[in-house]
């Protein structure tokens, strides 16, 4: 039995050092000045370090705009997603209509088609809303989640029908029962799908870099594009940008974990 714990200890170290090392020699590059990158075994050593590379990032880069950016485009798409996801959930889950599951399932098959699959209808359609390069045309795509109505479908399934209709007998309608008894006892499943979107929104490349046209409205992602050069780049200014962009993920995820485990879990006993 110690044996079997010891052996799963060590697989559990060995995994969490494969998945973090990729972060740690990124961080170490963008701390250096000088010395090898690419070096075979690669170079650990904490000799040399320095922040110079961060001031270069931030004299080459409108930094605080692309943050800002970021911060208000993830904001607004986490917010619509939450309101957006919650109320497609809710006849999903807890309303009897014909074709409800027809409905369910058919909304879930889509998950199978690839993501970029979609980028020309959306450009179509923020197109013909006359919203291209806008920031809403950069969130609005993306705010009717398909796992965002699964998990928080799964979420009200798990709980009891008799506090619904509890609530039915003494008066209360479809939007206050989703209100003031659903919504709040979903919060975990509610943050999961808050931190999922906010690094989708955050991490989002492609699709702002198709749809805006203004530099100075680009997320941090996107803007970190101009680090790279046409025929040379700086490796270490593309190593100090990426570790900015990844420290803000990191850190709601450190404030958010405990709600992150619970509403993983959220739906799976019912």
Known sequence: MVLKKG????????????????????????????????????????????????????????LPRYVLNSLYIAAMGVGLTLVVCSLAAYPLARMRFP??????????????????????VNFITMMRLRLVDTYASVYLP???????????RQ???????????????????ELTIWWRILLPLTVPALATLAIFQFVAFWNSFLWPIIILKTPDKYPLAAGLLYLRGLFAHNTRFIAAGTVIATLPIIVVFLFTQRYFMRGITAGAIR
Do not use: C, K
Not at 25 to 54: E, K, M
């Open 155 to 173: 979420a009200y399934l798990s709980i009891p029908q008799e506090l619904e209709d509890a609530a039915r007998i003494d008066g209360a309608g």
């Open 142 to 152: 993306s705010v009717a989640s398909i796992f965002g109505i699964f998990l928080l």
């Open 99 to 120: 074709g409800r599951n027809v409905v369910f399932y058919a909304i879930i098959a889509t998950l199978m088609l690839p993501e970029h699959i979609g980028l020309i």
């Open 7 to 62: 052996a799963l200890y060590l697989l559990l170290l060995a995994l969490a050092a494969f998945t973090t090392f990729p972060f740690l020699w990124t961080l170490l590059v963008s701390l250096r000045t000088r010395g090898p990158i690419f070096s075979i075994p690669p170079d650990l050593s904490l000799t040399g370090l320095s922040a110079a590379n961060y001031l270069g990032v931030w004299n080459t880069l409108p």
